[in-house]
């Protein structure tokens, strides 16, 4: 089980971390994910980042601003989001990949958490 958190409501240019914890089951050998759904569009995907978390990649619209990582120790994710912008808003949802490696196709990810709301304020 997957569980995000850390939304919440900020300005333009302000940061947010989320954070997803995983209980139930260890997904320190799979790929891990970050996805966002705004209202009336479809789940997209925002950052992935590989088991070991050597290998990650980005949306261009969020790359060089948000900052995926792990801890396999503590079965955490997060999304360090900077620079945040109004179309930035969204439910932001972590998932685990079905495989240790993994790439931004919603049909890769196995397990997906409750999402948590992010709203930017311009």
């Known amino acids: 089980q997957l569980q995000a958190s850390g939304g919440g409501l900020v300005q333009a240019g302000d940061s947010l971390r989320l954070s997803c914890a995983a209980s139930?089951?260890?997904?320190?050998?799979?790929?891990m994910g970050w996805f966002r759904q705004a209202p009336g569009n479809e789940r997209e995907f925002v950052a992935a980042?590989?088991?070991?978390?050597?290998?990650?990649n980005y949306a261009d619209s969020v790359k060089g601003r948000f900052t995926i990582s792990r801890d396999n120790a503590k079965n955490m994710i997060y999304l360090q989001m900077n620079g945040l912008k109004p179309e930035d808003t969204a439910i932001y949802y972590c998932?685990?990949?079905?495989?240790?490696?993994?790439?931004?196709?919603?049909?890769?990810?196995?397990?997906w958490g409750q999402g948590t709301q992010v709203t930017v304020s311009s």
């Open positions: 998932a685990a990949a079905r495989k240790s490696f993994s790439g931004g196709s919603l049909g890769d990810y196995a397990s």
């Open positions: 980042i590989s088991w070991s978390g050597g290998v990650t």
């Open positions: 139930g089951r260890r997904f320190s050998n799979n790929a």
